[in-house]
């Protein structure tokens, strides 16, 4: 049944929605929150915006994550999901699959993305970092996202999976294809990603006679009730992880900088804390954040498989239900002063990393590079600022995703680096 338009509703999906999408949320949360629309790309979805109903629709088992469940065939024309995943034969992974697939390589994939192994990262996160900002400190202006946030995951990323240096920018180049194209079928995304595969596979292969310390041998090794990973599962957990790991803390860097710029008594808060070594501030900032302006705006596809009725409004089954975290995130029943950015913010159950079964599994790892990015940044450039009219920066368009296309800046530039030069092998450098 196609969707009859509430007069009074606002325009979503436009320029000016995806510059500041907050008021119009705030209007769906009120009159319509649970909200059936067309999307950009012809698909009918529904909106989920209130903080309750957006925490109970991400633990509703009914709704499926598994496409297959899409009462209409967009996900066969590529309209629905992670664009190229289909084609390149990816798509078995986490995102896509609902229990008992999900446990299973949720399970496995948890042996060898552990915690610890993302604390013994913290070092090298922080060389990358610094050594992104040595490319510009001396400059007194940069464009923080393709010359900081953009680099920074992928590189980490590709570290932690054990992607050889000298392969790092084939990976840059074909992030950067998905980047630009998210959202949509246009372009070569289609080939980037599987070339992305054929590469996988390839090193897969590779780990597999020669394992090393590295992510994907330890993915290889993984075993759960004596079951490993084929090659295949193995390819599309690595995809997924870069996928899932690298736009998203490219936004956390560019939303999160952009907040502090726009909110000067909270960034000196901040820095004075930084530069006093404390750390408790920036563990809350760093999730006020994630709340305040996310970088994932609506979680990824759900599709009921059940009739479900989710705030009292009934979902057909076979329709897809997108939860907005964004809304949710600024639910004033959920959140004092929502709209105020606090980063001593203490009673903060934000859904920026979703909830459920599908909670981000990189969470420890984006808090790691978020961190080290903003402080090294307010530490090593303090007097950071804006160098363009906020109403002139400009936000991608993307559905899921919520992030600048650039933000430009300018600062007094630093002397010279404090750090030691670096040697070929030590890192990549652009
Ligand atoms: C600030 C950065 C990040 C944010 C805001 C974020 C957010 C999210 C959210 C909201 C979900 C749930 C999606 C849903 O239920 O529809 C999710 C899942 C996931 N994230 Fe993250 N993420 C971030 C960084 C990362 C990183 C660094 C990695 C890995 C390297 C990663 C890997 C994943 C994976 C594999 C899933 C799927 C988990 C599952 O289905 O069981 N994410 N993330």
Not at 16 to 33: K, Q, V
Not at 261 to 288: C, F, H, K, Y
């Amino acid at each position: 049944m196609p969707v009859q338009p509430d007069p009074a509703a606002p325009q979503l999906f436009t320029w000016e929605f995806a510059t500041d999408p907050y008021p119009a949320y705030a209007w769906l949360r009120e009159h319509a929150p649970v909200h059936r629309t067309t999307l950009p790309s012809g698909v009918e979805a529904w909106l989920v915006t209130r903080y309750a109903d957006a925490r109970q629709a991400l633990a509703d088992s009914r709704l499926s994550k598994n496409p297959a469940h899409h009462s209409e065939q967009a996900h066969r024309t590529g309209r629905v999901g992670i664009p190229g995943e289909r084609q390149a034969d990816l798509m078995t992974h986490l995102l896509n699959i609902d229990p008992p697939d999900h446990t299973r390589l949720r399970r496995l994939v948890s042996k060898a993305f552990t915690p610890r192994r993302v604390a013994e990262f913290e070092p090298r996160v922080q060389q990358l970092t610094d050594r992104l900002i040595d490319g510009f400190a001396q400059r007194g202006s940069a464009d923080l996202i393709h010359e900081f946030a953009f680099p920074l995951p992928i590189y980490a990323i590709c570290d932690l999976l054990g992607v050889p240096a000298e392969d790092q920018d084939d990976f840059r180049d074909w992030a950067g294809m998905m980047i630009r194209h998210g959202g949509g079928q246009r372009g070569g995304v289609g080939r980037a990603v599987k070339r992305m595969r054929a590469y996988l596979l390839e090193l897969i292969h590779r780990k597999r006679a020669d394992p090393g310390e590295d992510l994907i041998s330890g993915l290889i090794r993984a075993s759960d009730h004596g079951e490993h990973l084929n090659e295949n599962e193995a390819a599309a957990m690595a995809f997924i992880l870069l996928f899932a790991g690298f736009e998203t803390t490219v936004n956390l860097i560019g939303n999160g900088t952009y907040a502090l710029l726009r909110n000067p008594e909270q960034r000196r808060l901040l820095q004075e804390s930084v530069v006093r070594g404390e750390t408790a501030l920036l563990d809350t900032g760093i999730e006020e954040l994630l709340r305040y302006d996310g970088p994932v705006e609506m979680a990824t596809w759900r599709f009921a498989t059940r009739p479900l009725s989710i705030g009292g409004v009934d979902i057909p089954v076979g329709d897809p239900v997108l939860v907005v975290l964004a809304a949710a995130d600024r639910d004033p029943a959920r959140f004092a002063d929502e709209n105020t950015l606090d980063l001593a913010r203490t009673d903060n159950p934000h859904l920026g990393f979703g909830h459920g079964i599908h909670y981000c599994i990189g969470a420890p790892l984006a808090r790691l590079e978020g961190r080290s990015a903003l402080t090294t940044l307010l530490s090593r450039l303090p007097d950071l600022r804006l160098a363009e009219n906020p109403e002139n920066l400009r936000w991608r368009g993307g559905l899921i995703m919520r992030g600048l296309r650039e933000l430009p800046v300018e600062f007094t530039p630093e002397a010279r680096s404090p750090h030691a030069p670096v040697t070929p092998a030590d890192a990549p450098t652009r």
